[in-house]
């Protein structure tokens, strides 16, 4: 009995498998031992099906191989980055399920286990915030991935405040690239981000048309990171106040005229070991005065005024007193 229930429960899985290829045109992928993954026109199962026919719009990702082994994807809420970090582990775990894929044509380098850290929750019954349970995820793929995984981040560092967050999601991203070395499709909303250089790393992001004002997301995934978040422009779909909107403008306009007038090597942490200690010539030298300065900022709680002030007053402590 148990033998005939098991024949049958194979059969009715097999059979599952046919009849969602034929209806949704899935395609036979090859699945090889090199370390690589390669999908031509690929689309998410669900997502596709919940939509009028035709109207999911399929995309294309290549990684590992000939091609850089991280995909570092940006751009804004809405725009389609969550669904393409899905689809594609959807296609990788049917693929190694026997089932064919929502896609024209994939290749799946083979890989031991398909880690996801995607979405916002908590655990309330074990007191842990929606960022530590985000934490804790984080640490048992950088713990458990190895070079044949394939791992899927999803807004890494978004729980806590941007300069901590920013800084997570970069050191992460370089652990998985320096220790690991696995295929990882990497999104974030950090365009800071865009500025990690590395050979295995490739940005790309996803198309936005914007037309007087307005924007269309064409859910198409392109070369090349962000041109910028549009999260204002998200803020108006979602029915903002204006009042709400203009004040954010301005406020935008401030931050991104302090932020190009850094450099990209100012934007960029270096890597570079640390200098040796500055020769003292008193009881405070001027590297101490200003370092002192900046450690006792709290960059989440400064206003765009007080933070170009400060950045003022250490300009002037550099020229009068030589640091």
């Known amino acids: 009995m148990e033998d005939m229930a098991d024949a049958i429960s194979r059969i009715d899985v097999i059979a599952g498998f046919a009849q969602a290829a034929m209806e949704g045109g899935y395609a036979r992928p090859r699945l090889v031992l090199e370390p690589t993954l390669s999908i031509r026109q690929g689309r998410h199962p669900v997502v596709e099906a919940c939509l009028p026919a035709g109207a999911f719009v ?131 909303h950090y365009h800071e981000l865009t500025f990690l250089r590395h050979e295995g790393l490739k940005n790309l992001s996803m198309a936005v048309l914007e037309n007087e004002g307005d924007i269309v997301f064409l859910k198409k995934l392109k070369e090349g990171p962000a041109a910028g978040s549009y999260g204002l422009h998200v803020a108006k779909l979602a029915g903002i106040p204006e009042a709400v909107l203009e004040k954010a403008k301005n406020l935008q306009a401030t931050i991104s005229t302090f932020e190009k007038s850094l450099s990209p090597d100012d934007k960029a942490p270096s890597s570079a070991p640390l200098p040796s200690p500055p020769k003292e010539t008193g009881l405070f030298s001027p590297e101490e005065m200003a370092i002192s300065t900046i450690m006792s900022l709290d960059p989440d709680r400064l206003t765009p005024l007080q933070a170009l002030q400060i950045l003022a007053r250490l300009k002037s402590m550099i020229d009068t007193q030589g640091i």
């Not at 991280?70 to 809420?77: D, M, Q, R």
């Not at 978004?158 to 370089?174: C, F, H, K």
Request: with cysteine; net charge negative; glycine share 10%.
């Open 58 to 188: 399929p995309n294309d990702l290549d990684l590992g191989g000939s091609e850089p082994r991280f995909a570092l994807i940006t751009g804004p809420n809405m725009a389609g980055k969550s669904t393409v970090l899905r689809q594609t582990a959807l296609i990788c775990l049917m693929t190694h399920l026997g089932s064919f894929v929502p896609a024209q044509e994939a290749t799946i380098g083979l890989v031991d286990k398909i880690f996801c850290r995607v979405g916002a929750q908590d655990n309330l019954a074990r007191g842990e915030s929606t960022f530590l349970v985000e934490m804790h995820e984080t640490a048992y793929i950088l713990n458990t991935a190895t070079s044949r995984s394939l791992v899927v981040m999803d807004e890494v560092g978004r729980g806590t405040g941007t300069l901590d967050g920013v800084s997570i999601a970069w050191a992460v991203s370089e652990y998985l690239l320096d220790r690991i070395s696995c295929r990882c499709l990497f999104a974030t």
